[in-house]
């Protein structure tokens, strides 16, 4: 399964309206690596929160993804 990065889930995080519909961990695992890239730091922490919810479900991929992103809480 190929999925891209959608522009406008990374960019609901900047805007104050309403947090994106992250749908997969594979699409949460790009939306944090163009945040991280972009350097977004204040979108940094609540992507690292959106991580929680794949926590039960996932769990060693979702703790090796919090690792690479410094979000091991």
Known sequence: MNETLDLDDLLC???PFSDPTIQSFSQLKLLL????????EEVATLSRCMLRHYADAIHIQTFILACHFSAEE
Do not use: D, G
Not at 33 to 38: D, G, H, I, M, Q
């Open 13 to 15: 995080l900047c805007c």
């Open 33 to 40: 690596e163009a945040v991280f890239k972009c350097q977004m």
